[in-house]
């Protein structure tokens, strides 16, 4: 029997400028200005032209707030056009990072 894996908390579409650049400590330094597509309170989804691998440590800003969050990358899915989409990770849940005026229920209390 096929079991799927259910959510930590739920995705909202979320257009939210952000800043994604590299620790020091990770590879060639990068800086690149874009926006999520979807978030939750566990991560985010966004469009990332700079080359990032699974598993690799980032710093994602909030541009807003500028809050900074470490993540790590957990997928890069890469379409026919456009650049490719990456799915990032919160060393730790941070629903207070996006902002977010009435958040989903699942999502655990901002701290």
């Not at 979807?38 to 985010?44: F, Q, S």
């Amino acid at each position: 029997m096929l079991r799927l894996k259910s959510r930590r908390s739920r995705r909202i579409e979320l257009d939210v400028p952000v800043v994604v650049h590299r620790p020091r400590t990770e590879g060639p330094q990068f800086y690149e200005n874009t926006k999520t597509l979807v978030v939750n309170a566990h991560g985010a989804l966004l469009a990332l032209k700079g080359m990032v691998a699974p598993r690799q440590r980032l710093l994602l800003q909030n541009i807003s707030s500028g809050e900074q969050q470490e993540c790590r990358v957990v997928s890069v899915t890469k379409d026919m056009t456009g650049p490719p989409t990456v799915a990032v990770e919160f060393s730790k849940p941070s629903p207070g990072f996006w902002r977010v005026a009435f958040p989903p229920s699942d999502w655990p209390s901002s701290s």
